[in-house]
């Protein structure tokens, strides 16, 4: 199950991902029609239908360091833009978030409904965009049929997986809702970036293409 792992701890950790950013948007109190586009094309490019499908092929897993880059690209496949500090709180956020959730389940079976809890919140993050609602439904699909009917010793092995990907990472003791309504985390002056200041489709477009070349099997990253 060492090769199955991936798609669990992507999902989980763009549904966290989603979240935060959610937040600081409300909190910095940028546009509604900013914030819609941000998590929209977050979201489109996330559930890419040849990009979902290289992910649920088996492979092994990455490194924590080759995983950021993939979500770093992500998430400059809109028109938002964090500089490298604010990237890196925002992905040791979602690590401590996912780790803080895997820790606490009473059995390795309980982290597909982790993962299932995580795409239901991505879902309602979709909802406004009718487009993404067959790439949700295709997700919801593939993590049903390659995990409803693994076995208990499969689920261990999984679940090991995961805690090997995120072996040594401490979780703070702190509220993880404050923090992220606070400036602690990044400011608006480094999250969003003006479409006519370089953040334009064509720019979204390359950031997409990067995203696959990060992707499975590609570039030495497992």
Avoid: W
Avoid at 137 to 154: C, F, G, Q, R, T
Avoid at 179 to 201: C, P, Q, V, W, Y
Wanted: proline content about 2%; glycine content about 2%.
């Amino acid at each position: 199950m060492a090769d199955r792992a991936l798609p669990i701890i992507f999902i989980n950790l763009s549904g966290e991902m989603i979240y935060v950013i959610q937040q600081r948007l409300e909190a910095q109190n940028i546009s509604e029609d900013k914030s819609r586009k941000v998590i929209q094309d977050i979201i489109s490019t996330m559930l890419n239908d040849q990009f979902i499908k290289e992910l649920f092929e088996p492979q092994h897993m990455y490194s924590r360091s080759a995983m950021q880059s993939v979500f770093e690209k992500l998430v400059h496949s809109s028109i938002m833009r964090l500089n490298s500090n604010s990237m890196s709180k925002l992905y040791d956020l979602m690590l401590m978030v996912f780790k803080y959730q895997v820790v606490n389940c009473e059995n390795p079976e309980e982290i597909l409904l982790v993962t299932l809890n995580h795409m239901d919140a991505i879902k309602n993050c979709a909802k406004p965009y009718p487009e993404l609602k067959e790439k949700v439904e295709n997700v919801y699909s593939l993590l049903i049929s390659n995990y409803k009917d693994m076995s208990h010793e499969d689920y261990q092995c999984l679940y090991k997986c995961i805690e090997v990907f995120l072996k040594d990472l401490n979780i703070r003791h702190t509220n993880c809702a404050k923090d992220i309504m606070t400036s602690k985390l990044f400011t608006i002056n480094e999250l969003i970036e003006d479409k006519l200041a370089g953040a334009n489709l064509s720019d979204r477009k390359k950031n997409v293409k990067k995203l696959f070349h990060l992707s499975i099997k590609r570039n030495g990253l497992h």
